[in-house]
Nanobody, 131 residues
Framework: QLQLVESGGGLVQPGGSLTLSCAAS????????IGWFRQAPGKEREGVSC????????????VYADSVEGRFTISKDTAKSMVYLQMNSLQPEDTAIYYC????????????????????WGQGTQVTVSS
């Protein structure tokens, strides 16, 4: 399993931006699909975005939840073993603990809805959107 550590959360005003980072070790990130999930108080954990393994392609294919499509961007830097989530136009409903998660893969697709397949999880980072 990967060891995952998230960072970059914080307090931001509505309409603002944040970039979350996920540091992964000790294995080659090319062989993992990475997802970002979030959990708000009293709600179930939900998928935000995922990016596929990059064994056969350098960029990876991304999937986004409808609620963040066009506002959030996921990216992977395998040389640095890092995954990022750029979040723009943040709204109060984006307030949650954000988790980075991973599963081993060689496919050029990731499965955002298959939360049970993600077997490595970080500890989470709090994002609060409030004026």
């Amino acid at each position: 399993q990967l060891q995952l550590v998230e960072s970059g959360g914080g307090l931001v005003q509505p309409g603002g931006s944040l970039t979350l980072s996920c540091a992964a070790s000790p294995y080659d990130l090319n062989y993992y699909a990475i997802g970002w999930f979030r959990q708000a108080p009293g709600k179930e954990r939900e998928g935000v975005s995922c990016i596929s393994a990059t064994v056969t392609s350098t960029a990876g294919n991304a999937v986004y939840a409808d609620s963040v499509e066009g506002r959030f961007t996921i990216s992977k830097d395998t040389a640095k073993s890092m995954v990022y989530l750029q979040m723009n136009s943040l709204q109060p409903e984006d307030t949650a603990i954000y988790y980075c998660a991973a599963y081993w893969s060689v496919k050029t697709e990731c499965r955002l809805s298959a939360i049970h397949e993600y077997d490595s999880w970080g500890q989470g980072t709090q994002v609060t959107v409030s004026s």
